[in-house]
């Protein structure tokens, strides 16, 4: 029992931070919505129009702000208040929400709209969500950093759990529009918590200033810099290809599974369910650093090809929950290792291109992934995910090779051969 206990210490150890405590509780509220949010758009937008390519064409609108405009967002993130420019962001992310509910309660919702209302939403991520990256190692501190961002992992995936289970109820009962309802309340918990956090306790970095150039010395410290530049190519890759589950996972629940809304919404809380036993576990005993990452996205990119193979639901509920467990390690191993290694005057504009690495890469793969699907079949959007996963792989050992103690510079010659 005491060594069961010791365990639990490490495995929540930031909960020991009472601000941590009152941020994620919010969080946790206002992520079930946004989880019931993104599963009910995708079926959606699958249901007026048929298409996954309609459906990846939708989410690169909500994702194109972040490839153009995130680097920018990790410039404002530096400069100003990083909690007061997350209030007022959540708030407007809550407009956006119940206005898509309402125009859907009342069936008067179109397509055109449906990707206005997403684009809305990616210009506000594009400047959250540095922020929030980048705030978290103002709330716990270095010690507990790695563990935070590994359980607000274990929350984001408990929510994916419960959200889209809730979304497919909802679907099947009352339609999409309450789930936008829903998710536009939910946001009134985390925009709480943030302002009643006790300010004493945070450790704000010194803003930055407003000296010009700012965006081109971020970009030039990570190129300068390969223990940043090498995870954020990867992720990129991952990030384009193998991540596009709001593409792939309808399309594979509607044509390839025939298991409607409900198996939907079980094929998306597997994941889940597989993220929140490998985000614990990364918590308790996970590292950071490129061999780490590299054998996560190896295991990743093996457990996708599982899943496309899967011959029926029950397989394929197992092989998404070994799927969630590995993009939990990759990601919150890959968050982490820039967090601790980047400057703290750099670590918004560093946490703005994971962003960008991470979800603004999806203009560019969620087409892609709806094409393919739509050309080769529902399963050919996991496949096409595995194969990209083991490519990361492949590029990160063959940095880890070129690697010496003391110079990572060299790495960079890796892409002139």
Known sequence: MTRLL?????????LGVPNYRRYIAGQSVSLIGTWMQMAAQSWLVLTLTGSATALGVIIALQTLPVLLLCPYGGVVADRVD????????????????????????????????????????????????????SFMLELV?????????????????????????LAGVLIATVGEGVCFLINAASFAAVVASLMTLDRRALSPNPPSGREP???????????????????LAMMALAGALAYEFQVTLPVMA???????????????????VGAVIGG?????????????????????GVVLLFACLAPDLPLELVALA??????????????STLQLRAAPRMRGRVMSLWFVAFQGSTPIGGPIVGW????????????????????????????????????????????AR
Do not use: C
Not at 383 to 401: K, N, T
């Open 6 to 14: 010791g365990v639990g210490r490490v495995t929540f150890a930031a």
């Open 213 to 231: 150039g700012q965006l081109r010395e971020g970009l030039r410290y990570v190129r300068d810099t390969p223990e940043l530049g090498v995870p």
């Open 82 to 133: 990083k909690r007061r420019l997350m209030v007022i962001l959540q708030i407007a992310m809550g407009v956006q929400a119940l206005a898509l509910g309402v125009l859907t309660v009342t069936g008067d919702v179109r397509l055109w709209e449906i990707g206005g209302l997403a684009l809305l939403l990616g210009l506000n991520n594009a400047f959250e969500s540095p922020a929030r990256h």
């Open 322 to 335: 070994l799927a969630g467990g590995a993009s939990i390690s990759f990601m919150s191993t890959g968050n």
């Open 254 to 272: 509607k044509q390839g599974l025939h298991v409607g809304a409900t198996g939907f919404g079980l094929m998306t809380a597997a994941m889940g």
């Open 280 to 300: 614990l576990f990364v918590a308790t005993k996970g590292k950071t650093g490129l061999p780490t990452l590299v054998i996560a996205a190896a295991a990743f």
């Open 372 to 415: 393919v699907i739509a050309q080769a079949g529902a399963r050919a959007g996991l496949g096409l995910g595995g194969v990209s996963a083991l490519l990361v792989a492949l590029f990160g050992l063959l940095a880890l090779r070129r690697l010496t103690p003391g110079s990572l510079r060299p790495l960079f010659a890796l892409g």
């Open 141 to 165: 501190g270095a010690e507990s950093l790695r563990n935070a961002v590994s359980l607000n992992s274990v929350l984001v995936n408990v929510a994916r759990v419960i959200g889209p289970a």
